[in-house]
């Protein structure tokens, strides 16, 4: 069984502050594995993925993910956050139908 | 900028009422999700259509939920009869095989 968490409920960093929201994931063969944002009455936007090659995957709006095998992890951050970075982040792991298995999401919340 | 459409973008009923919610997938998108966001349960799969044939309802209760697409550019998810357990935000999302997928604004149900 494939599954994807993400341990932290909610995520506070000062604006201009690098920001670091986690996820991991457990599945059998390659991870196909994606960041999504919410901001409120919003649909999610996807951020970026990692299917393969680079380690480090860039994204919109600044942020990047940084895909580590062995520990099964695919964290989403930013350098420096914006007050406007608050959202709600989900991380995101493709089953074998194309359908994303989501974490429970992660609230960061950037103050100024 | 293509982006997928959902309504109503909210609905109010009465338990035991039909509650139909629509969803215009990108065009040329031959996935087609939906979702189902509470605060309890998260994002949770409902059903999912790849070249308008159904691939996956497990997620819906199978007596009161259906899920169609009568054409390649509409989709549908139907609650008969609508309980107050179905309150959410209902999305569909839309997506080329592999790739990532477009969630539209989502459609608000509540259920008095």
């Known amino acids: 069984a494939q599954s994807v968490a993400q341990p932290e409920d909610q995520v506070n960093v000062a604006e201009g502050n690098p920001l670091t929201v986690k996820c991991t994931y457990s599945?059998?063969?390659?991870?196909?594995l994606f960041w999504y944002v919410q901001y409120p009455n919003r649909g999610l936007q996807f951020l970026l993925k990692?299917?393969?090659?680079?380690?480090l995957v860039k994204g919109s709006y600044g942020f990047e993910a940084e895909f580590n095998k062995s520990q099964t992890s695919f964290h989403l951050k930013k350098p420096s956050a914006l007050v406007s970075d608050s959202a709600l982040y989900f991380c995101?792991?493709?089953?074998?139908?194309?359908?994303?298995?989501f974490g429970k999401g992660t609230s960061l919340l950037v103050t100024p | 900028d293509a982006r997928v459409t959902q309504t109503p973008r909210h609905k109010v009923t009465e338990m035991g009422q039909e509650v139909t919610m629509r969803c215009q997938p990108i065009?040329?998108?031959?996935?087609v999700f939906w979702y189902r966001q509470t605060m309890m349960q998260g994002l949770e799969l409902l059903a999912y259509?790849?070249?308008?044939?159904?691939?996956?309802d497990s997620g819906m209760p199978k007596d009161r939920f259906s899920a169609e697409m009568p054409d390649a550019t509409l989709a549908t998810l139907k609650i008969q009869p609508s309980e107050p357990r179905d309150s959410a935000v209902y999305f569909c999302?839309?997506?080329?095989?592999?790739?990532?997928?477009?969630f539209g604004p989502g459609t608000r149900l509540t259920v008095t």
């Open positions: 599945v059998s063969g390659n991870p196909y």
């Open positions: 259509f790849r070249n308008r044939a159904p691939l996956d």
């Open positions: 990692y299917i393969t090659g680079d380690n």
């Open positions: 995101g792991l493709r089953g074998s139908g194309y359908a994303l298995n």
């Open positions: 999302a839309s997506g080329l095989v592999l790739n990532e997928q477009y």
């Open positions: 065009l040329g998108h031959n996935t």
